[in-house]
Nanobody
């Protein structure tokens, strides 16, 4: 399984950006998918998750601004980011957790840089 994140860039505060994650290989709709981010000098943090039936969870810091979606047929996942803030600047990673791993994310994309200017 390989994950490829894309769509990052530079955006002004208050703006929107949509990043995507494309999966290849034997990834199934039953897998849990997630977005993480890591800002310079900070630990990686969970942004949100999406399960097979498209139920989602979000970190408090992005709730109501960020929205995760997935297309199981196309093996893609997206993160729609609205009302972006400078503190959202980070490298964003997509991750996948197969069933039976206790929620461990065994597969990671390479990351895409999101920079929000004030």
């Amino acid at each position: 399984v390989q994950l490829q994140a894309s769509g990052g860039g530079l955006v002004q505060a208050g703006g929107s950006l949509r990043i995507s994650c494309a999966a290849s290989g034997s990834i199934l709709s039953t897998w849990i998918m997630a977005w993480y981010r890591q800002a310079p000098g900070k630990q990686r943090e969970l942004v949100g998750t999406i399960v097979s039936d498209s139920r989602t969870t979000y970190a408090d810091s992005v709730k109501g601004r960020f929205f995760i979606s997935r297309d199981n047929t196309k093996k893609t996942m997206a993160l729609q980011m609205n009302f972006l803030r400078p503190e959202d600047t980070a490298v964003y990673y997509c991750a996948a957790s197969p069933p039976g791993t206790g929620g461990r994310y065994n597969y990671w994309g390479q990351g895409t840089q999101v920079t929000v200017s004030s």
